[in-house]
């Protein structure tokens, strides 16, 4: 098993920035990729990140290349997001969710085994 634990989600203004934090525990030994995703009031859970557990090449979803960035410090047990020059629409429940099988850089919820109970981020215009 393996616990997943965001934070570092808030209110932020157009513009502004913020880094959420994905903290795992567990049988982490196992973790073969975090990716991020997110899901806005009555919209379904899209894709936002991916990297691989002890990497460094994160992929993205095209739409925010260039505005989030994904990280890790494997010494905390942690991968994080970046999220600069944020939108309106950038407003959602973010959640960090752990692969085991491969390291291919799934952008599919489905292909991932473990889910952390979000963090929330609201952008105001």
């Known amino acids: 098993q393996v616990q997943l634990v965001e934070s570092g989600g808030g209110l932020v203004q157009a513009g502004g920035s913020l880094r959420l934090s994905c903290l795992a525990s567990?049988?982490?030994?196992?973790?073969?990729?975090i990716g991020w995703f997110r899901q806005a009031p009555g919209k379904e859970r899209e894709f936002v990140g991916a990297?691989?557990?002890?990497?460094?090449?994160?992929s993205y979803e095209d739409s925010l290349r260039g505005r989030f960035t994904v990280s890790g410090d494997y010494a905390k047990n942690t991968v994080y997001l970046q999220m600069n020059n944020l939108k309106p629409e950038d407003t959602a429940d973010y959640y960090c969710?752990?692969?085991?099988?491969?390291?291919?850089?799934?952008?599919?919820?489905?292909?991932?085994?473990?889910w952390g109970q979000g963090t929330q981020a609201t952008v105001s215009s």
């Open positions: 567990g049988r982490t030994s196992g973790i073969k990729v």
């Open positions: 969710a752990a692969a085991m099988g491969t390291t291919v850089l799934h952008s599919r919820s489905g292909d991932y085994s473990f």
């Open positions: 990297i691989p557990w002890l990497g460094s090449r994160a």
